[in-house]
Nanobody
Framework: QVQLVESGGGLVQPGGSLRLSCAAS????????MSWYRQAPGKPRNLVAS???????NYADSVRGRFTISKDNAKTTVYLQMNSLKPEDTGVYYC?????????????WGQGTQVTVSS
């Protein structure tokens, strides 16, 4: 079982920046896809960005051009650089890691980190 620990959330003014980190541990399996999701109060959890083990990144339309997802060379930590933050970026950000076990996806979630964009 993969353990994921997110950090880097906080309160920031509109137009500001934050960098989130998600550290994976507890397993030697290859993490095929790592993603960041956002959940605003009263709303479903939505995909923000994802990155494959090969480094291919994808973004939600609402964050493309402002957010950048990346990972370290060991592929155990994924980052989300968030620039030009807007109030609508507020929410709990969750890290997700997926491993294909030849029959299905093994999915792990972190505990989440709060991001609040407000003046």
């Amino acid at each position: 079982q993969v353990q994921l620990v997110e950090s880097g959330g906080g309160l920031v003014q509109p137009g500001g920046s934050l960098r989130l980190s998600c550290a994976a541990s507890g397993s030697e399996v290859r993490l095929d896809i790592m993603s960041w999701y956002r959940q605003a109060p009263g709303k479903p959890r939505n995909l923000v960005a994802s990155i494959t083990s090969d480094g291919d990144a994808n973004y939600a339309d609402s964050v493309r051009g402002r957010f950048t997802i990346s990972k370290d060379n060991a592929k155990t930590t994924v980052y989300l650089q968030m620039n030009s933050l807007k109030p609508e970026d507020t929410g709990v950000y969750y890290c997700d890691a997926r491993h294909w076990n030849s029959r299905s996806w093994d999915v792990s979630w972190g505990q989440g980190t709060q991001v609040t964009v407000s003046s």
